[in-house]
């Protein structure tokens, strides 16, 4: 059993996710959460997810986004995506089709941009990346270009507010990529050469905004740019 993502609540809840089905010696389905001012450890009511909670990510209003690889969670069906607000647990029906959620960001216009091995999102082509807006699910501006052509497994925000994404493909939006690239003005762009590995699958598998604004990258690479 393994811990894969943290997120820090609106209360400063530490919110754990991963393949645990207990926390603090309480049953938790992939979902619990730490009070550092009591060190304790709380479960989401009726919580159980198979197999794992991969990524979260936070919403200024507390909603709490999880995805992962799992057909329910607390009873309710919800394709390897589904929110918790007010104490509830909400799924998005028809979400995702073909394949698991890697990685989750919430931008800071309002967004929830969702990256993985997904094909569709409710009946609509949208291979690897895809956005919710807090109305509906759609495909990128330009995705019709053409197909991410392998999974997706990060994805962060610059600050000129363009989403950088990283994983194990060539190319997206009909541009070629290795590995890496921005979708910026509607548009999907490369950035330099990319990444390159020495053997092995060459991917990215995790990306962070750094306060200077570099983007930090992590994954199975030996050459940059």
Not at 105 to 117: A, D, K, M, Q, R
Not at 124 to 149: C, E, M, Y
Request: charged content about 5%; proline content about 3%.
């Amino acid at each position: 059993h393994v811990v894969n993502d943290l997120a820090i609540g609106t209360d400063n809840t530490v919110i754990a996710s991963g393949t645990f089905n207990i926390a603090g010696g309480t049953a938790s389905g992939g979902i619990a959460f730490y009070a550092p001012s009591s060190n304790t450890w709380g479960t989401t009511t009726n919580g159980t997810a198979s197999p794992w909670v991969r990524t979260l990510a936070l919403a200024p209003n507390g909603t709490l986004y999880f995805g992962g690889n799992f057909t329910s969670y607390a009873g309710t069906a919800s394709g390897s995506l589904g929110y918790y607000a007010g104490g509830s647990f909400g799924s998005f029906t028809g979400y995702p089709g073909g394949g698991q959620v890697w990685n989750l960001l919430y931008n800071s216009t309002g967004s929830l941009f969702i990256v993985g091995e997904f094909t569709t999102i409710k009946g609509t082509t949208s291979p690897r990346i895809g956005i919710w807006n807090g109305a509906a699910f759609g495909s990128l501006v330009g995705q019709a270009g053409g197909t991410v052509d392998g999974p997706l497994y990060a994805v962060t925000e610059a600050y000129d507010l363009s989403i950088i994404f990283g994983g194990g493909f060539g190319s997206a939006g009909g541009t070629a990529m290795n590995n890496i690239g921005r979708w910026q003005n509607n548009t999907f762009g490369s950035m330099s050469s990319g990444l390159l590995g020495q053997g092995g699958a060459t991917l990215v598998d995790a990306l962070v905004r750094m306060p200077d604004g570099k983007i930090a990258i992590g994954g199975n690479f030996s050459t940059v740019g």
